[in-house]
């Protein structure tokens, strides 16, 4: 029995088991066996859930790097680590070897160091999906610097507010990108945050669709001169375990985004060991994740997950519907994907097309599909399940967060017996619980509740970049000496837990995190809008989409109302991206609000949703008199 790769269930539960009677002798395992380290730890683990400070393998010295990298060039230094598929098919894709990575992690490192960033300093990521995007983040972690990738979708004011709260010393950016048939000037957002950011000395740029530019002189350089010039190997940086690899924002549900603080050591060895089992991952094996690196899911299962496996990992640069909707499958049949880990908005988007785009290619050599981001609804699960995986490969539904850094619930493949929409067992050495209002954790099977974990794992988030008091607030506070996750959850009658979504008030679109509460601020800058709530509601391919509830100002009235919805989503754009636009709009002359003066976002919901047959509780309401009103103009 090897503890590192479990193949069947009885191993599951006695891995798992061993994991949770005693964490520390099985993650040190773990952690000797299948790492590369500069110095062993002193000691495995400490923690305290009420500061809360969590340490894995104190006094461990590593680089992540040589773990992704460096350890694989003996042995697979031929190998591909990395497929890049552009986003129009016509152009050829790239394969890099292990030993081509190391060269060029290498001259990026070393144009860091040359550009003055140093061990600590924060580097700002805002690429598209394209291979300098992935040498970027690792020629930080070889010198130490702490990336913080920010999705190239978000707006310049979005952007300008992740450089300014981690006080980045860098951006890293390209003239634009690619997107199916259009392309974005993302240059030109990078140039309109850093008016705000006073913080950044140095842009970098890659060279990406070719257009005219401006390039502000003493601040901004051409990337690839530099890569050309500079030397090809990169001596790399000793970092201690708890030494912060990268930050990552998401949003909250209220105030501006949390950047999510993780580890070096815990980190790598928790993103590494969930991949090589939840895809089953084998030397041969081609696996494409289709996130983009600009959220945690790419973070952990396309770089250094996969890497520190020495797989072969596929970015996509393109969007699913481009050219067609046969794009995926396209994929998967020319580089002969085995592990394809996608949305279940991607795949709901997809089936919505129909199967004829999946009949035009061999997918045979699918062994694992993979779903993550959100609830998978059956319908979704059996689309996905008899078209694209034939019944033959497993889905692993994998529940995780930003904060967890890597898969907590998840089935493993050829050992858990699957079930449409659960995300089944815990993943080995994580401790879930389900708690009720009261505070009180609820035992046995066929329960629901508010989700938490009560023992530490290694890629846990240590803090928020700046704010460690609002990590304690947000995630330790609300059931003592426990992680509660913001997700709510039900246990079957054999232990398999589904999650149910989020009890807060994040709503997930299209996989994409968005927090209420900077969407309303948005909205509320509009000078004709007094206030406004948002909600998700039901739909098709994205999962949810936005309803926003919006009472205008005593001089709005007289305004086109239709004008004023287009304006009210050019706001969420500028501020926020497009992403976040409302689907609906409706007028409303009040909001519900409880006495100490919350919005109650429940009955919004319920309205939204076209279900109000039972509001539930309204006693605590102030003004009672709008639900009404808002129920008979409801959109
Ligand atoms: C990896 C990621 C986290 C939130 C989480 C959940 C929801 C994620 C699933 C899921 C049901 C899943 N990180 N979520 N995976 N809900 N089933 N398999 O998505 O920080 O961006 O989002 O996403 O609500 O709390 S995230």
Redesign the pocket.
């Known amino acids: 029995m090897s503890n590192y790769h479990i193949k069947h269930l009885e191993e599951y539960y006695q891995v798992y088991r061993k994991s949770v009677r005693n964490p520390e002798v099985f993650w040190e395992e773990i952690a000797e066996e299948h790492f590369m380290w500069r110095k062993k730890w002193d000691n495995v683990l400490s923690w305290d859930f009420t500061k809360p400070e969590v340490k894995w393998f104190e006094g461990a010295q590593l680089n992540i790097t040589e773990n992704c990298i460096d350890r694989h060039l003996h042995i697979r230094g031929d190998k591909t680590a990395i497929i890049f598929e552009p986003n129009n098919p016509e152009e050829e894709a790239q394969h890099i070897s292990y030993r081509d990575l190391h060269d060029k992690v290498c001259r990026f490192a070393n144009v860091l160091k040359e550009q003055g960033i140093q061990k600590g300093d924060r580097v700002c990521i805002y690429l598209p999906m394209i291979p300098e995007l992935a040498i970027s983040v690792l020629a930080c972690a070889r010198i130490g610097a702490i990336h913080s990738v920010v999705f190239a979708g978000f707006s310049s004011s979005a952007l300008a507010t992740r450089i300014n709260d981690a006080t980045c010393k860098m951006v890293i950016t390209s003239d634009g990108s690619y997107r199916g048939a259009k392309t974005i000037d993302l240059k030109g957002i990078v140039d309109e945050a850093l008016k705000e950011c006073a913080c950044v000395e140095t842009v970098l740029v890659a060279k990406r669709i070719n257009t005219e530019i401006h390039m502000e002189a003493g601040r901004d350089h051409w990337l690839q001169p530099l890569l050309d010039e500079a030397y090809h190997d990169c001596v790399p940086e000793v970092m201690e375990a708890e030494d912060p690899l990268f930050i990552l924002y998401?949003s909250g549900s209220t105030g501006k985004p949390k950047g999510m603080v993780h580890s070096t050591a815990g980190y790598m060895v928790y993103s590494a060991y969930t991949f090589k089992n939840v895809f089953q991952y084998r030397e041969e094996d081609v696996y494409w994740c289709t996130a983009d690196i600009g959220?945690?899911?790419g973070h952990s299962y396309i770089v250094y997950g996969p890497l520190c496996n020495g797989a072969t990992t596929v970015m996509f640069e393109g969007v699913p519907s481009y050219p067609d909707f046969g794009r995926f499958w396209e994929i998967v049949e020319k580089h002969k994907v085995n592990q394809f880990y996608t949305a279940p908005t991607a795949i709901r988007a997809l089936a919505k097309e129909g199967v004829e785009h999946l009949e035009k290619h061999d997918l045979s050599s699918l062994k694992v599909l993979g779903?993550?981001?959100?609830?998978?609804n059956e319908e979704a699960w059996h689309w996905y399940d008899d078209n694209v995986g034939k019944r033959k490969a497993p889905i692993v539904?994998?529940?995780?967060?930003?904060?967890t850094g890597g898969i907590m619930i998840t089935p493993i493949p050829f050992a858990t017996p699957t079930k449409p929409t659960y995300?089944t067992l815990p993943f080995i050495g994580i401790q879930p619980a389900l708690m009720d209002e009261n505070g009180n954790e609820i035992k046995g099977n066929q329960v629901d509740g508010r989700l938490c974990i009560k023992f530490p794992w290694p890629s846990m988030a240590r803090t928020i970049w700046g704010n460690h008091q609002r990590y304690k607030d947000t995630y330790f506070s609300a059931y003592e000496n426990k992680y509660f996750?913001?997700?709510g959850a039900l246990r079957d009658e054999v232990g398999y837990y589904r999650?149910t979504?989020?009890v807060d008030d994040?709503i997930?679109v299209s996989?994409?995190?968005l927090g209420t509460a900077p969407i309303e601020d948005a909205i509320n800058e509009h000078p004709a809008v007094a206030e406004s709530a948002i909600v998700g509601f039901p739909h098709d391919i994205k999962g949810n989409a936005l309803y926003g509830y919006v009472t205008l100002k005593e001089t709005g009235e007289s305004r086109n109302q239709n004008n004023l919805r287009k304006e009210i989503n050019q706001i969420i754009t500028e501020q926020i991206g497009p992403i976040a636009k409302l689907d609906k709009i409706q007028f409303t002359n009040g909001l519900p609000k409880t006495r100490s003066g919350k919005i109650m976002r429940r009955i919004l919901r319920k309205i939204a949703g076209k279900d109000t047959s039972n509001l539930g509780d309204t006693s605590t309401l102030l003004n009672p008199e709008v639900v009404q009103d808002i129920m008979d103009n409801a959109l």
């Open positions: 998401t959220w945690i899911t779903t993550v981001g959100e609830p998978i539904d994998t529940w995780w967060q930003t904060e995300a996750t913001g997700d999650i979504g989020r994040v997930i996989g994409h995190n």
